[in-house]
T-cell receptor
C-alpha cells in the first residue's frame, strides 16, 4: 500500500472512445503528477499539479486532458487515442513542489491498451 | 540537467551484497541523489535519498563520495524479491519536476 490508488488497473479502449483514469492519494500531499511508461522505456513526465494548479505540461498532445479538482484527486481524460499511446500510466504525489528534496510516491498504474 | 549513467543490468545471488553505482558528473550544488525500485507492472518505490557522505535505512545504504560525482546504492544480503529495476535520480526536488529524469535504470536479477 503506497497511499496512492489508481483506477482502473487495466483499460482496453478503441481509438474513438472516451475514458478517464483516476488517481487518489491519502498522504496529505499537495503535488500530483502523471507519468507515461511505454514498454522498455524510461518514465516520461506528462503533467504536474501543485496545490490544484497545473504547473507543468511536458508537451503532451491535447488528446490527454488532466483535471485536478483538489489536492487528493487527479484525473486523466482520454479521447481519440492512438495505438502508440498504449502504455502504463503512473500517478505520483509529493509533499509539494518547490521545497527541496521531496521524494515522489507512486501508484501502481493503469495499463492502457488502445485497439 | 544532471544526467545519470548506470549499468543496464546486473546479476547476483541470494545472500550476496549488491552495489549499484551511478555516475552524475554534472551534479549541481542543490541536487539530491534519490534511488527508486520498480517491480513489473508497479510504480517505482522510493528507497533512499542522500546529499553527501553515507545514508542508511532499513533496506539500503547510499554512499556518496566527497566530489558527489557518483553514488553507490548498497543492498545487503539480497533475496529473490530484490529482483527489480533500480533508478538513480539526481536533482533538486524543489525545482521543476521536469528536471528530475528517470533514466533506463539498472535491471537487477537475483538468482537462487
Amino acid at each position: 500500500e503506497t497511499g496512492v490508488t489508481q483506477t482502473p488497473r487495466h483499460l482496453v479502449m478503441g481509438m474513438t472512445n472516451k475514458k478517464s483514469l483516476k488517481c487518489e492519494q491519502h498522504l496529505g500531499h499537495n503535488a500530483m503528477y502523471w507519468y507515461k511508461q511505454s514498454a522498455k522505456k524510461p518514465l516520461e513526465l506528462m503533467f504536474v499539479y501543485n496545490f490544484k494548479e497545473q504547473t507543468e505540461n511536458n508537451s503532451v498532445p491535447s488528446r490527454f486532458s488532466p483535471e485536478c479538482p483538489n489536492s487528493s484527486h487527479l484525473f486523466l481524460h482520454l479521447h481519440t487515442l492512438q495505438p502508440e499511446d498504449s502504455a502504463l500510466y503512473l500517478c505520483a504525489s509529493s509533499q509539494k513542489t518547490g521545497s527541496g528534496n521531496q521524494p515522489q510516491h507512486f501508484g501502481d498504474g493503469t495499463r492502457l491498451s488502445i485497439l | 540537467l544532471a544526467k545519470t549513467t548506470q549499468p543496464i543490468s546486473m546479476d547476483s545471488y541470494e545472500g550476496q551484497e549488491v552495489n549499484i553505482t551511478c555516475s552524475h558528473n554534472n551534479i549541481a550544488t542543490n541536487d539530491y541523489i534519490t534511488w527508486y525500485q520498480q517491480f513489473p507492472s508497479q510504480g517505482p518505490r522510493f528507497i533512499i535519498q542522500g546529499y553527501k557522505t553515507k545514508v542508511t535505512n532499513e533496506v539500503a545504504s547510499l554512499f556518496i563520495p566527497a566530489d558527489r560525482k557518483s553514488s553507490t546504492l548498497s543492498l545487503p544480503r539480497v533475496s529473490l524479491s530484490d529482483t527489480a529495476v533500480y533508478y538513480c535520480l539526481v536533482g533538486d526536488m524543489g525545482s521543476s519536476a521536469s528536471k528530475i529524469i528517470f533514466g533506463s535504470g539498472t535491471r537487477l536479477s537475483i538468482r537462487p
